[in-house]
């Protein structure tokens, strides 16, 4: 079954393989730039450093345009609240989750309510309405592994964020050496010439391995409400009910 996430993912894996395709090209034509005058000025030291902004604007992207077709998904498949995973009911209570934080005397009956609701939970047969403005992963900060941990634990997805142990320091790389480059806490020179062509190829194929890893757990969690019944969600987890 295709699904809104889908497009989604697919656009990030179309920019990381031009991506790589830019690199490739790059490589092969790195004799010529060693020896040109003007690789002098960093031309090429300049165009690997590229790699660390253009993989942080594909993932931010992805961050950005995730939550509305996350939303788009799961009104689409007309699932009820009593199934869904608590995280993502503390997502649908974001507007009196906000009032909470206010000091006045109607904010007790507030924070009554949003306590009713949450112990209502188990019983709650409303459709889920969408909730892509109160959903935000991309918060204007650089993304790194919290929005990926986030997304894992507000969905209750089963196992770990990571499709490789170095996941992690591979998104604390492109987070760190994009905003040295952006705030030019770092010369965009210096930190292509620490990276070779290779380097960068391989973080452009790592990065795609992991979103390949969140786009299959998203996509397989969704198909748990198309196709399997399910009984009310309980603690964040939702089981299957047997058919047997």
């Known amino acids: 079954m295709s699904y809104a996430v889908d497009a989604v993912f697919d656009e990030a894996a179309r920019l990381l393989?031009?991506?790589?395709?830019?690199?490739?090209?790059?490589?092969?034509?790195?004799?010529?730039?060693?020896?040109?005058?003007?690789?002098?000025?960093?031309v090429g030291a300049m165009s690997r450093a590229l790699t660390f902004v253009i993989?942080?604007?594909?993932?931010?992207?992805?961050?950005?345009?995730?939550?509305?077709?996350?939303?788009?998904?799961?009104?689409?498949?007309?699932?009820?609240r009593k199934?869904?995973?608590?995280?993502?009911?503390?997502?649908?209570?974001?507007?009196?989750?906000?009032?909470?934080a206010e000091q006045n005397v109607n904010v007790l009956t507030v924070r009554s309510n949003l306590v009713r609701n949450i112990i209502a939970h188990i019983d709650d047969d409303r459709v889920?309405?969408?909730?892509?403005?109160?959903?935000?992963?991309?918060?204007?900060?650089?993304?790194?592994?919290?929005?990926?941990?986030?997304?894992?634990?507000?969905?209750?997805?089963?196992?770990?964020?990571?499709?490789?142990?170095?996941?992690?320091?591979?998104?604390k790389e492109i987070q760190q050496k994009r905003n040295s480059i952006a705030h030019w806490e770092q010369d965009p020179v210096a930190v292509g010439r620490m990276k070779s062509y290779e380097n960068l190829q391989s973080v452009t194929r790592s990065l795609g391995l992991l979103l390949d890893h969140v786009r299959l757990h998203l996509c397989e969690w969704l198909d748990s409400y198309a196709e399997a019944p399910t009984i009310p969600a309980v603690g964040g987890i939702r089981a299957t009910r047997s058919t047997v």
């Open 128 to 171: 889920v309405a969408s909730f892509e403005e109160d959903l935000k992963l991309a918060d204007g900060r650089t993304v790194g592994e919290k929005q990926f941990a986030a997304l894992w634990d507000m969905l209750g997805l089963p196992g770990d964020w990571r499709n490789d142990p170095k996941d992690l320091f591979l998104l």
């Open 83 to 100: 199934l869904l995973p608590i995280g993502l009911l503390a997502i649908l209570e974001t507007a009196d989750f906000r009032k909470c």
């Open 55 to 80: 993989c942080a604007g594909i993932l931010e992207q992805l961050m950005r345009d995730l939550p509305a077709a996350l939303s788009s998904d799961i009104c689409g498949l007309q699932v009820r």
């Open 17 to 42: 393989e031009r991506e790589l395709r830019r690199l490739q090209a790059l490589d092969q034509a790195r004799d010529h730039l060693t020896d040109d005058k003007f690789d002098s000025e960093g």
